[in-house]
Structures are given as C-alpha cells and as structure tokens.
C-alpha cells in the first residue's frame, strides 16, 4: 500500500473523490436552518440539486471521503484493504477550506463527509468529529452536514457528531446477515444496527424535550439514512424492501437508497454483471421505496415470498394495480384520498388537487389532465361521473397489453408464469400428439 | 378586438387590467398583451397603456379586500413569469374571480386559474432550480461575482435566497437577459439595480473563468461521476442546456 502525504489538493480531490462516489446518498433535504446575519450558509427543506454530473446524478454536496485508508477488506469496495492503489487523507483544515470556498462560489449545498477506518474506528470518528467542529465553530458554516457513523465507534463520538450534523448515515449494505458474512468480513448486521439505534434514540429524545427557545444544536435534524447494495448477493427485492420496511418503521429512517453494484473488484465471490448495473433493478426498487413512504403501501402489498422480484415491464404500483383489479374502477369524485393514491397516474399532488377541486364542481376527465393525472395509465382504473372514458373491459390481459404494448407484454408473461395466462392453442386445447410427416410437409408447403 | 399593451412590469400589468375594467367594453372583445412579445394583427385596435401607481393600487386594493391578500400574491408572482400570455391570462382571472370570490383560489378546473397556478409553478420552478446552478466567481476586487439569463424574472427570489445564505459575503448577480442587478454588501441588504456598465458586465461573466478554486470544482465534477452508470439523457433532463453556459463547471 502506498500513502502519499505530500500529494498536492487537487490530486487528493481527485482520489478522495473518486472513492467517495459509490455512496449514493446525494440529499439535502430534511433540514431548515435559517442564515445568521455576518456567517455563510443556511439550510432549506426541500434540498437543493447544484449541478448533475455525468451519470446523471445530482451533485448537492462535496462528497468525500477523510481518507481511503481502510483496515476493512469488504470486497465490493474500492478501498478495501486488499487493493493496490494510492492512499492519502485529507487535513481538517483542507476539508474546511473546499467545502468553504466552494460553498462560497454557491458550487454545493454543503459537505458529505465518509471516511475509510484509519487506525481504529474511534481514532477515525475523532478524527470527524474535529474537522466538523472546526468547520461549524471556527468558520461559522451554517450549511447543510452529512456525515458517516463509523460503525463500532464509542456512541460519545457519534453523539458528538449528531450535534454537529444535520444527517447521519450507516451503510447497512447488505440486507441479510448471511450476505455480510460472505462480502464483509469483520462487519455484522449487529454492529451496524447498533450505532442506527443509538442515532434513532438521540433523535427521539432531542425532540422530546420541551425547550422553547433553544439555542443548542439539535442532535440530527435531518434524519438519518442508510445504502442497500443490489446485485451483489442473491438477494431478492422482496427481501430488500422487507429489510427497508424494517428501517423505516423501527428504526425511524428518513431514507433508504438503493445502489446498484458496480464490479469494482476482480473476486471471484462477486457476481459477474455482463449487462452493466442493475439500473432497472434500482429504478424499481426506488418506486417501491416511495410507494412505502408516501403512499401508504406495506412491502407484503407489493411482493412474496412466492412472487419475489419485481415486474421489469410494469413500475410496482401498476402491478399491484393489475393484481387488485376487484378494486377498481374508483369513483374520482367519491374516492377518498388514500384510495385514489393507489391509482396508477396519480400522485401525490394530483391526488390532493383533484381532492381540492371537486369541492367545488364535478370532476370530468378533461379537468383531471389540468390538474396533472397521467391519463394514459390512470384511465383504467377510475370513473368520472361513473363512466369511463371509453369503454374498458376490465381483465388484466387486455390493460396489461395496454399498459405496456404488445410486444413487451410476452416478456412480462414470462416472468409472471401463470398469473396472465396468454390463449395458446397448443396448451389450451391439451393438444400432445407430435405432427406427423403429412404435418411437417405441408408446414413448408403451406398448403393445409 | 382591443388589445392593451403593457410594459413588462407590474405596475404597468395592473394598470393595463384597471384600463380594460373601466373601459365598458365587453371582455371578449379586449384583451393584455405583453410590449414587443407579440406581432400585431389586423383589425386591431392597440392602445399603449401608462404606468399609473395609482391605478394599480386601485387593483391592488380592490382585489385584495373582495377576493383575499393570497390572491394578490398570485398575481404579482405569475407577473415575473416570462409567458407573453401573463397579462391577459391575469386579467381573465381576475374576471372569474370576481365572479366566484376567494374561493377561486381553489377551484383548480377553470381554465385560468390552473393556467395561473402553471405560470406560478413555473416562475417557482425555475427559480429553485436556479438557486442550486447558479456559480459565483471571485472577482479581483473580491467580490462574488455570478450571472444569470433566466425565462422568467426571477432574480428577485434569488437575491432572497442569497441575502439570507450568503448574508457575510459581498456578491453580485446579474440578470444578463433584463439587465438588472441584485448587489449584496457584507452585513448590509441587498439593493436592486437596473443596468451595468458593460465593462462590468464582461468581467462577471468571465468570473468563474479566472477563480482558482473553479479548477478543484471541475475535478470534483469529472472525478464523482460513474462510468459504467453513464447517462448524459438523465443528465441532460435535469440540467438542460441553456442554463450550462453560466456555469462554472460548463465553461472551458
């Protein structure tokens, strides 16, 4: 292993960067801290996006690692101990400064600090813990914190760190215990989960006192998040929003994210992924994500354990809508709110703008593009004034054909076995017997 | 067909909207239009309208004890919008509205008012996004130097957001399309301006070009980007191009 000490800022930018980058917790949302007259930096709730880079994610904050030196040798990450490639670390002052000057330039949001375990993971949270500190009482930043728990570090030095941060985050990385073992030797789901239920208890605490006019920092007030890796183990989307559920009821998370696995690594106990990442995988991950959080689903809604990966033709909530069609059509004027969230095309705005107009006159199918349904996909499944817009006959066949064009829909068969079933002449009318020659001749005759 | 044209202000729009309601004439046979936003037509009367305070706050006044203080709010949002269909569509609102009273706010199927909320969401929309792509450069003179060329007029929110953020820094951002200038000194407010000198003007565009820390950004930019997840579509959705030529990171 080679550190370099002496490397100039911009190459230690570069490495630390690119170590950093597979986290993919970009948000800076969550926190509202108003600006002080005289320091730099506020925060705002809804987060704000300061550029996209090439991948097409959003880049808020300077997301960076303190070092990639790393006593752990997980073997999906590019810093593992293992690898050949050069080490540096950034100083407390080197990190207050970018994130500073960049702050300055209205480049970020604010500061994404992660680190590899330097020595020990307390010396590695002490070590954050300074820099951050530095950052809030010398330079006064008000801006927006994301900082990593280092796993097994003294809960003293992850309170301290609450307090300076507005999020937390602990990579539970893999959703069963079984998947740790394998890829991350000297982590466990427990040691993980602990640092989490410290994070959820200071937060809970910190809200339950009564201060009226509190000048102290609130411990976390943006929450905290977690990562998931998908692809890497055999796990199935089932059991990864199963794992999310547990999160976000029992642990209080504000986010999950989902990374789809990048074979950074050549070993032979990572899978080989010819098509590139999983991006579909996450992209449907993240719908079920939201459809846990804002829409009132329960992951056992969405999938089984006989029915485990999601649909790659459908997103989940037209799936859910396709197996459920007992339901529907709905009545949009009628429908309660919660009822027309569980319609594909809607939202959660539309739905409480259609919930906000119809107090004042009835709802027509004219009215409910202004006010921002997807049509295309919502117009099976509601009624306006109890008529549909034309005629649909409701049978899974025909608005799955509809949902996601014929040609699509084979696939989507195919991964749904039986559930709906294509009229084959063969398999319908049991016919076993092989063709005889008379058959096969007039097949390339085409006379019959 | 009597059309009202009226400068891009608010003032001038409310001043416009007081002329047609007084005019006596019937509603569909006039309308608002925006000066130099539209080719003239024939068989059209145009009228110049003047800025005139005390029409507008005759508007103001009227619209906000009939209708409610929210309402007028809307108004002077939808007029930073930069859609040459704002003042007229302001003046159809304002129709319905008295019609209806203040729930007009909320009855979202009427053509104008969703058209209102749309501009609204618009104006809102661009200026969240702007907040987050606008670049400051560091001049010689120190101070923080950004410009901006927006579709709607949105400078005003941004100044906001930026008093508040940046309240111990001197900056200035320039709105290189309406030349108009919003300038913050360290611990002071924010003022304002109309026009600056050109040779202002090419320094903070060039801002970003000569900051040193301009260079680590675009490392970081190249560096926290994955190859194999490439996808310059998404990038481009959310980024779109006319907003990449005053950003460091775009700037060669």
Same mark, same amino acid.
């Given at each position: 292993m080679l550190i370099q000490e002496e490397l100039s800022l911009q190459k230690k930018l570069e490495i630390l960067t690119d170590a950093?980058?597979?986290?993919?917790?970009?948000?800076?949302?969550?926190?509202?801290?108003?600006?002080?007259?005289?320091? +730099?930096?506020?925060?705002?709730?809804?987060?704000?996006?300061?550029?996209?880079?090439?991948?097409?994610?959003? /880049?808020? #904050?300077?997301?960076?690692?303190?070092? %990639?030196? @790393?006593?752990?040798? @997980?073997?999906?990450?590019? %810093? $593992?101990?293992s690898n050949d490639q050069i080490r540096t670390s950034f100083t407390p002052d080197e990190v207050c400064t970018l994130t500073m000057e960049f702050y300055r330039r209205n480049y970020i949001e604010g500061l994404f600090l992660s680190s590899g375990i330097l020595g020990s993971p307390d010396y590695t949270m002490e070590l954050i813990c300074c820099t951050l500190e530095k950052l809030r009482t010398e330079h006064r930043f008000r801006g927006y914190i994301h900082v990593k728990a280092i796993p097994g570090a003294e809960p003293d030095l992850i309170r301290?760190?609450?307090? #300076?941060?507005?999020? !937390?985050?602990? %990579? #539970?990385?893999?959703?069963?215990?079984?998947?740790?073992?394998?890829?991350?030797?000297?982590?466990?789901?427990?040691?993980?989960?602990?640092? +989490?239920?410290?994070?959820?208890?200071?937060?809970?605490?910190?809200?339950?006192?009564?201060?009226?006019?509190?000048?102290?920092?609130?411990?976390?007030?943006?929450?905290?998040?977690?990562?998931? /890796?998908?692809?890497?183990?055999?796990?199935?989307?089932?059991?990864?929003?199963?794992?999310?559920?547990?999160?976000?009821?029992?642990?209080?998370?504000?986010r999950v994210f989902y990374s789809a696995f990048v074979r950074v690594n050549e070993d032979r106990l990572l899978p080989t992924l010819p098509g590139g990442p999983p991006l579909l995988r996450e992209h449907r991950l993240?719908?079920?994500?939201?459809?846990?959080?804002?829409?009132?689903?329960?992951?056992?809604?969405?999938?089984?354990?006989?029915?485990? %990966?999601?649909?790659? #033709?459908?997103?989940?909530? @037209?799936?859910?809508?396709?197996?459920?069609?007992?339901?529907?059509?709905?009545?949009?004027?009628?429908?309660?709110?919660?009822?027309?969230? *569980?319609?594909?095309? +809607? &939202?959660?705005?539309?739905? *409480?703008?259609?919930?906000?107009? *119809? $107090?004042? &006159?009835?709802?027509?199918?004219?009215?409910?593009?202004?006010?921002?349904?997807?049509?295309?996909?919502?117009?099976?499944? /509601?009624?306006?004034? &109890?008529?549909? !817009?034309?005629?649909?006959? !409701?049978?899974?066949?025909?608005?799955a054909a509809a949902l996601t064009g014929e040609e699509r829909r084979r696939a989507w068969e195919i991964s749904e076995g039986n559930a709906y079933r294509q009229m084959s002449l063969f398999d319908d009318f049991h016919i076993h017997a092989s063709p005889s020659e008379e058959d096969r001749a007039a097949s390339i005759t085409g006379v019959m | 067909m009597t059309v009202y044209v009226c400068k891009d202000d608010f003032e001038s729009i409310l001043s416009g909207i007081y002329d047609a309601g007084t005019s006596g004439r019937k509603r569909d046979d006039q309308r608002l239009e925006i000066w130099g936003k539209r080719e003239p037509e024939l068989f059209c009367q145009y009228i110049q309208v003047e800025k005139d305070r005390k029409k507008a706050e005759s508007v103001q006044k009227t619209v906000k004890k009939i209708l409610s203080p929210r309402v007028f709010q809307l108004l002077w949002e939808v007029s930073l919008s930069g859609?040459?269909?704002?003042?007229?569509?302001?003046?159809?609102?304002?129709?319905?509205?008295?019609? =209806?009273?203040?729930?007009?706010?909320?009855?979202?199927?009427?053509?104008?008012?969703?058209?209102?909320?749309?501009?609204?969401?618009?104006?809102?929309? =661009?200026?969240?996004?702007?907040?987050?792509?606008?670049?400051?450069?560091?001049?010689?003179?120190?101070?923080?130097?950004?410009?901006?060329?927006?579709?709607?007029?949105?400078?005003?929110?941004?100044?906001?957001?930026?008093?508040?953020?940046?309240?111990?820094?001197?900056?200035?951002?320039?709105?290189e399309k309406r030349d108009q200038a919003a300038v913050h000194r360290a611990g002071k407010e924010t003022f304002l301006f109309r026009g600056i000198p050109e040779e202002a003007g090419q320094q903070v565009k060039a801002a970003g070009k000569q900051d040193l820390f301009a260079d680590l950004w675009k490392q970081f930019v190249a560096s926290v980007s994955i190859e194999e997840r490439e996808n310059r579509a998404c990038q481009m959705t959310h980024m779109p191009l006319r907003y990449r030529k005053y950003m460091t990171e775009w700037q060669s």
């Open positions: 950093a980058k597979y986290d993919v917790a970009c948000t800076s949302s969550g926190s509202e801290r108003k600006g002080r007259k005289g320091t +730099m930096g506020n925060t705002v709730p809804a987060g704000i996006c300061h550029s996209f880079s090439a991948d097409g994610r959003c /880049i808020s #904050l300077l997301k960076i690692l303190f070092t %990639n030196q @790393c006593i752990y040798d @997980c073997r999906y990450c590019i %810093n $593992r101990r301290r760190a609450g307090f #300076l941060a507005d999020r !937390m985050s602990i %990579n #539970l990385e893999l959703p069963t215990e079984e998947g740790l073992r394998t890829l991350a030797p000297g982590k466990s789901r427990e040691k993980i989960l602990l640092p +989490m239920r410290q994070i959820q208890q200071g937060i809970r605490q910190d809200r339950e006192e009564l201060v009226p006019y509190r000048k102290a920092p609130a411990f976390v007030p943006a929450g905290q998040s977690t990562q998931i /890796i998908v692809g890497a183990t055999p796990e199935s989307d089932y059991q990864m929003i199963t794992a999310a559920e547990t999160l976000y009821r029992g642990y209080g998370l504000k993240y719908q079920a994500d939201w459809l846990l959080r804002y829409y009132g689903f329960r992951a056992e809604e969405l999938l089984s354990e006989k029915r485990p %990966n999601f649909n790659i #033709l459908l997103d989940p909530k @037209c799936d859910w809508a396709l197996r459920h069609l007992e339901r529907f059509p709905v009545e949009v004027n009628r429908a309660d709110y919660y009822t027309l969230l *569980r319609v594909p095309g +809607m &939202g959660v705005r539309s739905a *409480r703008r259609v919930v906000e107009a *119809r $107090r004042y &006159g009835t709802l027509d199918f004219s009215d409910l593009k202004k006010l921002g349904v997807v049509l295309k996909r919502a117009v099976y499944f /509601i009624t306006c004034k &109890g008529k549909t !817009m034309f005629p649909v006959r !409701m049978d899974q066949d025909g608005i | 859609s040459p269909e704002k003042a007229d569509l302001m003046y159809r609102f304002l129709i319905d509205g008295f019609r =209806e009273g203040p729930k007009i706010l909320h009855m979202l199927t009427i053509p104008s008012v969703s058209g209102m909320l749309e501009l609204r969401r618009a104006v809102f929309r =661009e200026a969240h996004l702007l907040t987050g792509f606008v670049r400051f450069g560091r001049l010689q003179s120190g101070i923080l130097a950004g410009s901006i060329g927006p579709k709607n007029d949105v400078l005003i929110l941004l100044a906001e957001h930026f008093e508040d953020r940046l309240s111990g820094e001197s900056w200035l951002l320039w709105d």
